[in-house]
């Protein structure tokens, strides 16, 4: 971690957001910033094990040979027991801590370009969790995302709530794929974020119903479909929309039915909040699948689909050639 940020001597010299991280961190794992304390520990529970062992050792009680299929232990072997217990715990309480560092220092690059970040000091009860679980991570990939939510937390304490910490624990890294997938062709409500679904769309972009039963039971999605109801004025509206592209949805005052409806599985809180972490980008081959869909079940009114140059708020700003067109 000094080869990142630094010690405690030059903290002065970092910027806002990285001496928040260094304060939430150390109030998270207190002696993050001194790896040879780990060592300290491992080294003391090692000669707890040795006085243990050298008790066993002692005791003439202490079962040997092998006996009706069982093994059991010769006191001979007690002391090399101990010693590959205690490397064992070293071990891992070493590995959990390059595991810590490793999140800490992506966490770092993701607040270097912050020039300035709340001064709402981050919970510490959720910094004692996030570490805890954090520390058990060791692929690249996936401590990018906890860096990101570290990092997100840092910059909006209360971004990310304990459960959704919980949820990030058991994501598989399946999961985070097809998640990353589902993202790719979401489309946004006042719901938040919510995936269209019907089947044969889902299925012609690779997901099927075991997914969202995965991504359910990862605690991400809804599996059960609910519909949403949207009322079309004779004026344009804009009706369905992602990050990117808008559907612009005009009424027909001769036609009886003024109000659209179409099926779609909902995100939990965890997925609505780990959303905001992801890098995608939303597709325009499903958005147009999505709104021909919307339009042949929900005839009399005019689509039509563009590119979104600038949006704020409820105020959107694109370019008028109808991309449903092509």
Partial sequence: ??????????????????????????????????????????????????????????????????????????????????????????????????????????????????????????????????????????????????????????????SFSLRTVDVLRFLSKRDAVLFQKVNEMAILSSRGPILYSDGNILQSNGIDVYDIISLADAGLLSAESLVQSIYIEDDKKVSLHNEKYVCLIKGNSACKNSTIKYGFYSFSRAGRELRCILDFNSSLESFLQIVRDVKHKNSGFSYSVHEVSSQFENTWNYNPYDLLKD
């Fill in 1 to 158: 971690m000094g080869d990142v940020l630094g010690v405690a001597e030059v903290a002065n010299a970092l910027s806002q957001p990285l001496c928040k991280l260094i304060e939430a961190v150390c109030a998270g794992c207190g002696k993050l910033y001194e790896p040879i304390h780990v060592r300290r520990m491992a080294k003391a529970k090692a000669e707890e094990l040795r006085v243990i062992a050298e008790a066993v050792y002692k005791n003439g009680d202490i079962p040997i040979g092998h006996q009706e299929g069982i093994v059991l232990i010769d006191s001979q072997d007690v002391q090399s027991l101990a010693q590959r217990a205690a490397g064992r715990v070293k071990y891992q309480e070493l590995t959990k801590q390059i595991n810590i560092e490793s999140i800490v220092r992506d966490a770092a690059v993701e607040l270097q370009q912050e020039e300035n970040v709340p001064d709402t000091p981050v919970d510490n009860d959720w910094m004692m969790r996030f570490f805890d679980y954090a520390s058990g991570v060791s692929d690249e990939d996936v401590q990018k995302t906890w860096a990101r939510v570290l990092a997100g937390e840092i910059k909006q304490p209360g």
